[in-house]
């Protein structure tokens, strides 16, 4: 038997709610309550309102769904993160 299809749409994380859960806002405006995928929540993936983020819908129940993907914001900087100052332990 073959797995069933699911819905993808991008939007912007509105509200998080509790036990991992999140309200977001799809692209052509519609809100659903969304929860924090496997791999998200095992790599620890932290997700903040405001954040882009892919969401999977079964096509049977449009009203919830479950985050697969964070996006990275591109920022004005090259991209890397400030590097980290190594404190010397003195005696």
């Known amino acids: 038997m073959p797995k ?3 819905l993808e749409f ?3 994380v ?3 709610l509790p036990e991992g859960r999140y309200r977001v806002r799809l692209s052509n405006d519609h809100e659903l ?3 924090t995928a496997g791999r998200m929540k095992k790599n620890r993936i932290r997700t903040l309102v405001g954040d882009r983020v892919t969401v999977e819908v079964s096509q ?3 009203d919830k ?3 697969t993907f964070r996006h990275k914001e591109q920022t004005e900087s090259s991209g890397r993160r400030p590097a980290q100052r190594k404190f ?3 005696r």
């Open 4 to 6: 069933e299809e699911l």
């Open 10 to 12: 991008e939007g912007v």
């Open 14 to 16: 509105t509200d998080v």
């Open 33 to 35: 309550i969304a929860y």
């Open 60 to 62: 049977y129940d449009l």
């Open 65 to 67: 769904g479950r985050l």
């Open 88 to 90: 010397i332990k003195r």
